[in-house]
């Protein structure tokens, strides 16, 4: 069962002891479908709409004090973007300053196997999902440490791919 309201308020956020916000996201992805329903190689990622226009981005949001980083990854995933999946290893941890509020955060990323896309989520009514290829992604994404974590997960796939 999925909570169909997403989490709101600052009083469970964590920030680090510099002060910034923690925030977690993922990069869900999926590998395409070919026409006969077998999987292909081309690597497919979601990204969503901002809630307050046509950017573009991955899931994110704040890591609260009563979860870990994964558990908030797979939250955030669930509430902004209705994907349902396995979090993978972290692909790193990134300082940025936000352009619209001039406040400092710590953002750390997760690959997300996407195993289900839900029908109705909490925030269907104000974002859109979107699934692209890694360059189609690259090109719209709005943050460049988002990007940087698709650079690293992009060549993690490829390293994976060379050892089988």
Known sequence: ???????????????????RRQVVGCIPYRFKRSNDGAIAD???????????????MFPKGGWELDESREEAALRESIEEAGVIGNVECELGKWYFISKSHGTFYEGHMFPLLVK????????????????????????????WWMKEALDIFVERLSSLQLQQ
């Open 116 to 143: 289900e896309e839900l029908e109705f989520w909490p925030e269907q009514n104000v974002r859109q999902r979107t699934w692209m290829n890694v360059k189609e992604a690259r090109d719209v994404c709005q943050h």
């Open 1 to 19: 069962m999925v909570c169909l309201v997403s989490r709101t308020g600052r009083h469970l956020q964590r920030y680090d002891n510099l002060g």
């Open 42 to 56: 081309e690597l497919e990622v979601l990204l969503i709409s901002s809630q307050k226009g046509q950017k573009m």
